[in-house]
Structure formats: C-alpha cells, structure tokens
C-alpha cells in the first residue's frame, strides 16, 4: 500500500524505493511500474513544497538567454536602452520596467513571471500562532493551496507557512499581535486570521501583475476624477484596473473569506511600496464598485505611507457609517470624485432617470452612481433599484472564481 509523503523520513523511504524500482526496469504498466509512476509523482509534490529551486534572477534570466542566442549586452540597448542602462539591469542595479519586460519576453521569449519575481520572505521559526484557525478548508476549496482536504490534518502550520513564504508573511502574522498598523472599518468582529489570509492572497496575485513604477504623490483629486471617468464604459472596471496598472498601483479583485465582511483595502507592497488595492465586489453592483474603488484610492492618496516602512493598511466594511476622520476624510473625497459637491447642490429635482441619464452624460460617468448615490442619501433603496447596475462587475473578471 502507498501512503502519503509527509515527512523527511517518508520521502526518504520513497526515494529509496523509487531507486530500488528503477534498477529492476519493470515492465510497462506492471504493477512495479505502476508503483513506481506513483511514488515518483508523490515525491515530486513533496519536493516542490519542501525543496524549491529558486529561480534566476532577472539578469541570471537575461544573461542566460543571450548565451543561447549569442548576443552581446550592445545587442540589448533597442530592448533596454542604453548601454548604461543594459549594464545596471544585468547587474541588478536598476528594476525592469513594464515596457522593458514585455519586449524582453516578447523578443528574447522569456517569462514574464521570471522577469517579474521578487526574492521570497520567510517567517520566523518560532511564532506562536494557533495555525489551524486558519481558514484552510476554505483556501483549499478555492484552490489558493494546492492539496486535498484529506491531507490537511496536521499539516496547518507547514501549508500556512508555504502559503506566506510568497508574500510579507512576517507582517502579516504580526496582524494578529496588533503589532502591525492597520484599520478597519466594521461594526462586526472581523476574524483576523481569515484576514490575514486574503491580505496574503491579494499581495500574492498583486505580484503576478505588471505594472508600472509608483511615483509618490500620483493620486491626486485629478487622477480620481480620471479614475470616476472610466466608468463611462461598460467595461469600465477593466479600464480603470488597467489605468492604475500604467500608474504603479496595483488592482486585485478576490472575494472576501467568511467573517471579514469586506468590501475593500488599501496598503502597500513590503518591497516596492507600490500601492494594492484589494476588492471582494461583495456587492456585485456598478455603484458600489466605483465608490469602493475610489475610497480605497482616497485612502492611499491621503493615509498610507508613503515611505514603506511602517504603512498603515486599511480594511474596510463599507455598509458601516465612517467612525472615524480618516473614514470620513475618504468616503468625502471619493464622493467629490465622483460627483462634485457643487454639481451634486445643483441637481434638478425631481430627482428622474432623465435627470440622471443628463448628469451622467454631462460627467462623463456612469448613471448608476448618480442612482446609487441618490439611494444612499435619500435612503430610499427602492427607487432607481434597476439603474444601479446589478450583476454588473463580477462578471467582467473571469478568471476570478466566485463559487464560494
């Protein structure tokens, strides 16, 4: 009978096995043979968990490439630019950026995810965490960890700690002593290791997407309002990730896990200090993902800092009422991007889908926010209940699962 390889001892009896198998040569799908495609593919599950092989660096990437075709660091300054220039990315001096990345996977057919990769971070051996309250069966059911319920009892702590090695698993962590920076904005009590997990989930896929080089100071009151006139299109989420993305700031849709109760957050890459975003489209309507994604842009633009070392992260469940300034100061700004106060005053009233249809033509957003907003001041939620885009996000991201 072959059991699972779980240990040291288990896969070094298999290898010992597969060796064994091997010099006797069985016969195609004898039972030997059998045994031994079997133990072989048990250890190589084993081994890519517990022994990685680290990718090359970007240059070792770019350099190895050259070999193959024979070209020279000259042979990349149409690719890179300068000759200067080629010398500091080879060496490690100088990042890729996005153009540099696509053209180099484009002509030396290089991966993206080599060129994109960021050296990976450990935790500390000896945290004292209650691993199994982790959402695990959850996570394994949405395929973030890769593996069968079966095989999860008493392996909590070895699938946590593969699963956080990818990202800032060590700030994370700290989440759940309150030591590191962060706010949320609910009124229910959120789990925080659910928390942590689909913060590490979002900063996980944050890594796998290009995007462009941060600039400090970028989100302004004149990008948000750029940002709000994505919503024009019906595709309007799609353009408005893809903006962000030619800006530096990272835009990560992944529904919440149970008991967090969010809408969306807002923090910062541990390396790069790039700003993520992250959105659960909890509410699949139109209006609400503009003002989500605008109040999480609100929160970058005047609360996280900047400098990457001690941000401050923001989780927020926006059916709550802001309970704090910078709750306020966000939920504000994102309202004035999207429908300037004074334009809002002057509004003709009635308030009529002819109305709405005028000012949304006039703003060059979509209606459903005017609808939406006009819902949640009024709190009258039964008028304009059809123009507020119902089912209308989720389905534009589909290579998101939203089977939960």
């Known amino acids: 009978m072959i059991s699972p390889i779980r240990t040291t001892a288990d896969h070094e009896a298999a290898i010992a096995e597969i060796e064994r198998l091997a010099i006797r040569d069985p016969a195609p799908r004898s039972k030997d043979a059998d045994r031994l495609e079997i133990l072989a593919t048990l250890a190589e599950a084993y081994e890519k968990v517990h022994f990685p092989i680290d990718k090359p660096t970007p240059g070792e990437a770019i350099e190895f490439r050259m070999e193959q075709l024979g070209l020279k660091p000259k042979d990349l300054v149409p690719y890179i630019g300068s000759r200067s220039r080629v010398s ?7 990042p890729l950026t996005l153009r540099m990345i696509r053209t180099l996977s484009d002509r030396l057919d290089i991966p993206s995810g080599v060129l994109l990769q960021e050296p ?22 949405r395929k973030w960890i890769i593996t069968s319920l079966d ?8 699938l946590m700690r593969s699963f956080l090695a990818r990202v800032n698993g060590a700030d994370l962590i700290s989440v759940l002593y309150r030591k590191t920076k962060f706010a949320a904005r609910t009124a229910r009590k959120m789990d925080q290791y659910a928390l942590v997990a689909w913060c590490a989930r979002v900063l996980g896929l944050a890594q796998d997407q290009v995007v462009e080089k941060y600039t400090a100071g970028t989100v302004n009151a004149e ?17 408005a990730q893809e903006f962000l993305a030619n800006h530096g700031i990272h835009l990560v849709v ?17 390396k790069s200090g790039a700003p993520v975003i992250g ?13 989500v994604l605008l109040h999480e842009l609100a929160h970058i633009r005047k609360h996280v800092d900047i400098d990457g070392e001690h941000a401050l992260s923001f989780f927020d469940d926006l059916d709550v009422e802001p309970g704090d300034a ?5 939920d504000n700004l994102a309202s004035e991007a999207l429908i300037p106060q004074h334009v809002w005053e002057n509004v003709a009233s009635p308030m009529t889908p002819g109305v709405i249809a005028k000012l949304a033509a ?9 609808a939406g907003r006009y819902r949640h001041e009024s709190k009258n939620y039964k008028r304009f209940s059809k123009m507020v885009g119902r089912n209308g996000v989720r389905k534009l991201f589909k290579e998101v699962s939203w089977q939960q």
Not at 223 to 239: D, H, K, T, Y
């Open 326 to 330: 910078k709750e306020i100061e966000a």
């Open 223 to 239: 990008f948000m309002q750029n940002v709000a006139r994505c919503s024009w299109s019906e595709n309007g989420p799609l353009l």
């Open 279 to 291: 959105m659960t489209i909890r509410h699949d309507r139109i209006d609400n993902f503009w003002f």
């Open 88 to 94: 500091e990315v080879l060496s490690g001096k100088r």
């Open 151 to 158: 095989q999860v009892l008493g392996r909590e702590e070895e």
């Open 362 to 370: 006039e703003l060059t957003i979509h209606s459903a926010i005017i």
């Open 254 to 270: 992944e529904p919440h896990l149970p008991r967090t109760y969010l809408d969306g957050s807002a923090c910062l890459m541990a």
């Open 120 to 141: 990976p971070k450990v935790l500390p051996p000896n945290v004292d965490i209650d691993w199994r309250k982790f959402p695990i069966a959850v996570m394994v059911a």
